[in-house]
């Protein structure tokens, strides 16, 4: 075949700044790193933890403390309140594995902040100069409670009794999942409440606000499915045993699956068949599912235009897209040709993917700004895509 008409089928899908795929880095910081020591495992009514303090579960495998994310690009600074997972015992650095926030969706600009836990039982975190975040407030004053965090990453305020002995659970941060899931974390709904459990990605690899896929727990097909907004894009296929259809059996053969199915909830949960190994499914920017050694669950970033393949589902096509068309992707820079910016911050890479594909017009695309928000597409012909430096696949 003509190689120029493989070239004019083939969107480019231009990629400026490599380091995107890496894992969550250095911008992030904590205080403590230049020091000051944890405060053990839990925090008592009455206590605060403010931004140069964090509490370590008792095993050392995970911490709780506020971070602060520094945008080079933009000079600002967001804290959050955040569960990372503890690259050994004894070492905070580097705090690089993000498996909970407390106020994802509500950065706190003000690095004056602080966790307490009052004397009835309210969990929030205190800002200067703006409202307080509340985590959790009992209906009723609630004495004898403590806010502990878990060897499992779960941090969780109890009830106990005068004897120590938990009375009961009042909150869980299992409950509120982020991009990551661990073991004993549950997707699914609790019918009760309404309250449903699922991940959501980020919305860059470096900024933590939710992002536009999710994955979830669909009970009536006994599946696991991703999806960008609402729309399925990726099914696991229906759990068998220990095994699901599009779900390497490699993958599965790691992890025992309890599934929850009663009037009060319909939930997912998967542990290690080895209890002694650590590990966590991770749902990326782009759709992939992947757990700790970087081996692929799911793979719905290849799940747009024709491709059905691996469980990614038939999704309604634009006339002008057709069978073989994929994006390719590209590292360096197009010198030529008719681009178009959308200025929207809240636009992450998946949604400039979807955008340049529905739109007929569009042979290329990559983020606007800096920070790897907002979207620059090219409308020009394919005669000005061969500038690209070098070809690779996303990893
Ligand atoms: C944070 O709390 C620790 C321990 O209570 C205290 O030593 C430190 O001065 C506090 N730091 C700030 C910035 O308030
Ligand atoms: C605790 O609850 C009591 C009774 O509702 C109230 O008077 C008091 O102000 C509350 N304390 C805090 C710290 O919110
Ligand atoms: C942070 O808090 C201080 C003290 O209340 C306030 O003066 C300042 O405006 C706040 N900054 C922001 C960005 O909210
Ligand atoms: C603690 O107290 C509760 C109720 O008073 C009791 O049921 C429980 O057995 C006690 N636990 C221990 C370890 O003593
Ligand atoms: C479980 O994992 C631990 C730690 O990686 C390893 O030492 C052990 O051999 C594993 N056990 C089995 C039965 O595979
Ligand atoms: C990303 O950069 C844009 C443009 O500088 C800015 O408006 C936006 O707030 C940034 N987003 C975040 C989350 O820092």
Excluded at 50 to 79: M, P, Q, W
Aim: include cysteine.
């Amino acid at each position: 075949m003509d190689t120029n008409v493989v070239q004019f089928f083939k969107l480019v899908f231009l990629l400026f700044f490599p380091c995107m795929w890496t894992p969550h880095d250095a911008q992030w910081v904590h205080v403590s790193s230049t020091g000051i020591s944890s405060a053990g495992d839990s925090i008592n009514p009455g206590d605060t933890l403010n931004s140069s303090t964090y509490i370590v579960s008792e095993k050392g495998t995970f911490a709780l403390g506020f971070f602060h994310r520094i945008d080079s690009t933009t000079t600002t600074t967001e804290t959050y309140l955040a569960i990372s997972e503890m690259a050994e015992a004894d070492q905070i650095l580097p705090f690089n594995l993000f498996v909970w926030f407390g106020s994802r969706d509500r950065p706190i600009v003000n690095n004056s902040v602080m966790l307490t836990l009052d004397n009835n039982g309210t969990l929030k975190i205190v800002q200067k100069g703006g409202d307080p975040i509340v985590l959790y407030s009992p209906p009723q004053p609630t004495k004898n409670t403590v806010a502990t965090l878990l060897d499992s990453g779960n941090f969780i305020l109890k009830e106990v009794q005068s004897n120590g002995s938990i009375k009961r659970v009042l909150w869980q941060s299992f409950d509120y999942p982020a991009d990551t899931l661990l073991p004993g974390m549950k997707l699914g709904v609790r019918h009760k409440t309404g309250q449903t459990w699922s991940l959501t990605s980020w919305l860059t690899d470096e900024i933590p606000v939710p992002g536009p896929l999710a994955l979830e727990w669909d009970p009536k097909g006994y599946q696991l499915i991703i999806k960008q907004y609402g729309v399925i894009y990726w099914t696991s296929g229906v759990l068998r045993g220990k095994t699901f259809k599009n779900i390497s059996p490699e993958v599965t053969s790691m992890y025992d699956f309890i599934i929850v199915s009663n009037e009060d909830e319909d939930s997912f949960t998967y542990v290690n068949s080895n209890q002694s190994q650590r590990s966590e499914w991770l749902l990326t920017t782009m759709g992939q599912l992947k757990d700790l050694k970087g081996q692929d669950i799911a793979r719905a970033d290849y799940c747009y235009g024709y491709n059905t393949n691996g469980g990614c589902q038939r999704l309604k096509q634009p006339v002008c897209r057709h069978h073989g068309d994929i994006f390719d992707l590209r590292t360096g820079f197009l010198v030529a040709g008719d681009f178009s910016a959308n200025y929207d911050s809240s636009l992450g890479i998946s949604d400039c993917r979807a955008i340049c594909w529905n739109n007929c017009g569009c042979v290329a695309f990559t983020s606007w700004f800096p920070n790897d928000t907002g979207c620059r597409f090219w409308t020009d012909g394919p005669q000005a895509l061969g500038v690209a430096t070098s070809s690779s696949r996303p990893s």
